[in-house]
């Protein structure tokens, strides 16, 4: 395993070797790239806002914040933010990881894609969602040193991976379109069936059981 990247220490305790293993074993390169990269883009725009946190919890939870998107974890109905914090949650009760530090991990990973939200709370939430951020859509892109960004991407390349990363988000949830509703996945599903049609919040309001 890489030791150091961009001044980032990667954790090496058993807890991340076997976390890495288990996304070694059911994800695929594109996915153990891009769940690096986003540890240590995470860990950078911490280290450089001088915020106090968790590098072995963000570490973990970057590797498991896309592992609801494979064939082991994905469930037949819940969205795949809560299938790859479910995962992890196993995982880490396997270690008697105390249920505090289990319930911060389950929080980074399901509310990853939750803009509005993960930026506010604990600094494990908001490193995961601003490391995803700039890995995806470049968020904060133009702020992060030149120089750090090349070396992680070095480290962990992208190798195509900005046509590469929208199918496999709908290869991971195709067959339950109806997760996507309320929340920037449902534009991957429109971007590969145009015709298919979430609910619609304002027709659950006036279509509801409620007589007024």
Known sequence: MIQEVAGIKVPDSQLAKDAADILREHGNDLL????????????????????NYDLELLYVSALFHDLGLTKKYSSADLRFEVDGANAARSFLQQYQIPDETTQLVWDTIALHTTPGVAEHKQSEVALLFHGVGLDVMGDGFEKFPDDLREEIIKAFPRNNFKKEIIP???????????????NMKEDIIEYFRPEYKNKNFCNCILHSPWIE
Request: net charge positive; aromatic share 20%; hydrophobic share 35%.
């Open 168 to 182: 496999t988000f709908y290869e991971g949830f195709k067959h339950k379109p109806e997760t996507t509703f309320g």
């Open 32 to 51: 153990w790239n891009h769940s690096n990269r986003v540890f240590l883009f995470g860990a950078a725009i911490g280290k450089k806002a001088k915020q």
